[in-house]
């Protein structure tokens, strides 16, 4: 079994940042695609940034501005998120995908806003 605790997120203004933090328990191997999704009132979920095997993908939205990093050692995944926009206003969901399963944490709020 595998939980997953969120932590980070919170009110900032436009072009400010943010960092959150995803602790992962169980047997997690960095092949094991480790990463954040964000959905929006009204929006279906979607992907912001995803890392397996030390290779990293991002939306194209975040592209420039956010930086995922993982830590096997500690099963940790980080987003440090720079210049946010009024858009990037959302549940940020940690994700972890383990032998064809699909675990999530249980979301932080990320609220950009003057």
């Known amino acids: 079994q595998v939980q997953l605790v969120e932590s980070g997120g919170g009110l900032v203004q436009p072009g400010g940042s943010l960092r959150l933090s995803c602790a992962a328990s169980?047997?997690?191997?960095?092949?094991?695609?480790m990463g954040w999704y964000r959905q929006a009132p009204g929006k279906e979920r979607e992907l912001v940034a995803l890392?397996?095997?030390?290779?990293?993908n991002y939306a194209e939205s975040v592209k420039g501005r956010f930086t995922i990093s993982r830590d096997n050692a500690k099963n940790t995944v980080t987003l440090q998120m720079n210049s946010l926009k009024p858009e990037d206003t959302a549940v940020y969901y940690c994700?972890?995908?383990?032998?064809?399963?699909?675990?999530w944490g249980q979301g932080t709020q990320v609220t950009v806003s003057s």
């Open positions: 994700k972890l995908r383990r032998s064809a399963k699909d675990y």
């Open positions: 169980g047997t997690i191997f960095n092949f094991n695609p």
């Open positions: 890392v397996t095997s030390g290779n990293a």
